[in-house]
């Protein structure tokens, strides 16, 4: 149900979990990637060229190449890197090092307390979390076949509405899969129908009608760049770069789908916590930078932001 509190100016955050920024070389997939979008948007693909940290006054854009390594050792991980974002904190050197998949255990206190919904929040904005959620997921992690993610938690510590089939049915949340098929094939009894990516854009970015904080996430990048893509969104070739072109042109239709529904007043921010696509050489994370984009008229805040960890304060400056 729609509420009557209606914003002027909100904060869309796509989190994109692998993406990291690199020059154009054969060996990155992101430069021959189809993103119409993203190439209307930058001039280019989404590779290291086109990362010039510059704002445009007439774009109202800024494009530029931020750390995830946090300066810890290894390669950097999915529940540091998600919480560092989430939480502006520094989580991997909080931990003593990168941990993947989900936030250590000492860190989901922090995590719930200090989230940017919980900021937002504590402002007296509305926050929401875009993605739905099936039954399947809660089951899962009421059986303990997997662990909360740093997300959950945040959004769970600032006591957020999760949404669901229902939500996906009237257009009211986004699926991490972007199209829906991935969340079929997990909750075949949701009868969930296929979305458009640029519906899926358009969706999420309406969503900031009625809340200044709205967090999507996508993992479908990372699991692209690990070669692990379940099979129905792999396409029918198997390989890694295959599996992120498709993925990044249906990343691409949904971020043109936000750009053409966005208000004037709205900006949208798209990161990551690592790379990992922009690199062929090997099927693991990189340490190279991931790119922060911002579009809209709160871009300039995100000018100072070094590293992923800076991201949370940036998005409570440009609110
Ligand atoms: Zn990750």
Redesign the pocket.
């Known amino acids: 149900m729609r509420s009557k509190h209606h914003v002027i100016m909100s904060v869309v955050f796509v989190f994109l ?2 993406v990291g920024l690199a020059p154009a070389t054969h060996d990155n997939p992101l430069a021959a990637a189809a993103t119409p979008a993203l190439h209307a948007l930058l001039g280019g693909p989404l590779t290291l060229e086109q990362a010039t940290q510059r704002i445009s006054s007439t774009q109202r854009m800024l494009f530029k190449p931020i750390d995830a390594t946090l300066g810890v050792p290894g390669l950097p ?2 529940g540091t ?2 919480t560092a974002l989430l939480a502006g904190v520094n989580a991997a050197a909080l931990h003593g090092r990168h941990q993947p998949h989900f936030p250590p255990v000492a860190l989901r206190p922090l995590l719930a307390e200090q989230s940017i919904f919980r900021q937002v929040l504590a402002r007296g904005g509305r926050a929401t979390f875009a993605n739905a959620f099936g039954p399947g997921y809660w089951q899962a992690l009421a059986a303990r076949r997997i662990r909360k993610s740093a997300s959950v938690i945040a959004a769970e510590g600032a006591g957020l509405r999760f949404r669901d089939g229902n939500d996906l049915r009237d257009g009211q949340a986004v699926s991490w899969d972007v199209t829906n098929a991935a969340m079929q094939l997990r909750e075949p009894d949701m009868n969930i129908p296929l979305v458009h990516p640029a519906e899926a854009g358009a969706n999420l970015a309406a969503l900031a009608t009625d809340h200044e904080f709205v967090f999507y996430e996508s ?1 479908l990048p ?1 699991l692209a760049g690990h070669g692990r893509l379940t099979p129905e969104a792999r396409n029918d070739t198997p390989g890694i770069e295959s599996q992120v072109q498709v993925v990044m042109a249906l990343l691409d239709g949904l971020i043109g789908g936000v750009l053409g529904v966005l208000r004037p007043g709205d900006t949208v921010l798209i990161t ?3 790379g ?1 696509v922009e690199s062929l050489a090997e099927p693991v ?1 990189t340490r190279n930078p991931v790119p922060l984009l911002a579009v809209g008229p709160g871009a300039a805040a995100f000018a100072q932001v070094e590293a992923i960890s800076g991201i949370a304060q940036a998005i409570m400056n440009a609110l």
Do not use: C, I, L
């Open positions: 979990d692998g991980q999915s890197g998600h993992f990372d990551s916590d690592h990992n994370h």
